[in-house]
């Protein structure tokens, strides 16, 4: 047979605070980031990511700046050639 518990609506809210508290500790723990340095260790990721985001837009506008400007000094020097422009001797 079932027994029944009853439960004032603030007994529920305690017990679940709780519940969500210890499984949030036992999933950081499943994580290795239960020891005092796993904040430090979070912040350091966080930089890193936000550093390797920066890397890549910067790579990607230096590509987009080497492909523009390699694509303008093709079209001047085709358009030297067929003006007849000589360089040199």
Do not use: P
Request: proline residues 0%; contains cysteine; glycine residues 8%.
């Amino acid at each position: 047979m079932e027994e029944s518990i009853a439960l004032t609506r603030l007994e529920l809210q305690a017990l679940l605070t709780q519940a969500a508290h210890t499984g949030a500790k036992q999933a950081l723990a499943d994580l290795g980031l239960n020891d005092t340095e796993a904040g430090n260790d979070i912040r350091d990721l966080r930089d890193w990511l936000r550093a390797c985001r920066i890397v890549k837009s910067e790579a990607l506008k230096t590509a987009v700046s080497v492909i523009i400007k390699t694509t303008i000094m093709a079209v001047v020097i085709g358009l030297a050639y067929l003006a007849g422009v000589k360089v040199g001797g």
